[in-house]
């Protein structure tokens, strides 16, 4: 399983953007990377994944840069709402692998 | 769509006394998983099941817990007896075909607080 780090925790203001990066070096040929967001009192939910460049959704961008070794998640105009531990992980494609969650990033949002 | 739907949201009981606590997955997801988080340890899985057939319990943490899944749409998480350090959130979660290509959908867990 490839390891992940990132930071323990960061700070914004509302209305900001958000980066938040996290480090996979040792990535294999097939492994996706995935995010996570957690709310206090709530299990995790998945917010986006991918497998290189770019991926986008309602809630989020993904960047893949081409050695793939880093990945940064991306929340546009965050608001006080978005305050909570995000998750990156890794994962092989072709079958099933136990997702492991590392520490997170606790995101405050201030006003 | 309903999500994973756990019970009971709390539990407080004494050491020593039996503890279950119940999922229901998303209708049509093949993996169920329990997990288990606390400040110390984060987010662990303890099980997962395929098919209603568990597949690694490698991450159970002793001879006190079992799970089951008896049918598509139930598991149980079971320890017996239990102990204070046993006082975490306990997350279920379901997936459709596995989880490097299907996200996992957590419920909102089960708060045990073992005194």
């Known amino acids: 399983l490839a390891k992940t780090t990132q930071p323990i925790s960061m700070d914004s203001y509302e209305g900001q953007e958000v980066n938040i990066t996290c480090s996979h070096n040792?990535?294999?040929?097939?492994?996706?990377i995935t995010w996570y967001q957690q709310f206090p009192s709530q299990g995790p939910r998945f917010i986006i994944q991918?497998?290189?460049t770019k991926v986008t959704n309602e809630v989020a961008s993904l960047f893949i840069p081409a050695d793939r070794k880093s990945s940064t998640l991306s929340l546009p105009r965050v608001s006080l709402s978005d305050t909570a531990v995000y998750y990156c992980l890794v994962g092989d494609m072709r079958g099933f692998q136990k997702l492991v969650f590392g520490t997170g990033t606790r995101l405050l949002v201030s006003p | 769509d309903a999500g994973v739907i756990q019970s009971p949201r709390h539990e407080v009981t004494e050491m020593g006394q039996e503890v279950t606590l119940r999922c229901k997955p998303i209708s049509g997801h093949d993996y169920l998983f329990w997990y288990r988080q606390t400040m110390m340890r984060g987010l662990e899985l303890l099980i997962y099941f395929n098919n209603n057939v568990p597949i690694d319990d490698s991450g159970m943490p002793e001879d006190r817990f079992s799970a089951k899944m008896p049918n598509a749409s139930f598991s149980t998480l079971k320890i017996q007896p239990s102990e204070p350090r046993d006082s975490a959130v306990y997350f279920c979660?379901?997936?459709?075909?596995?989880?490097?290509?299907?996200?996992?959908?957590f419920g909102d867990g089960t708060r045990l607080s073992i005194l």
């Open positions: 991918g497998y290189k």
């Open positions: 040792n990535i294999a040929t097939n492994d996706y």
């Open positions: 979660a379901s997936s459709g075909r596995g989880v490097g290509n299907q996200p996992q959908h």
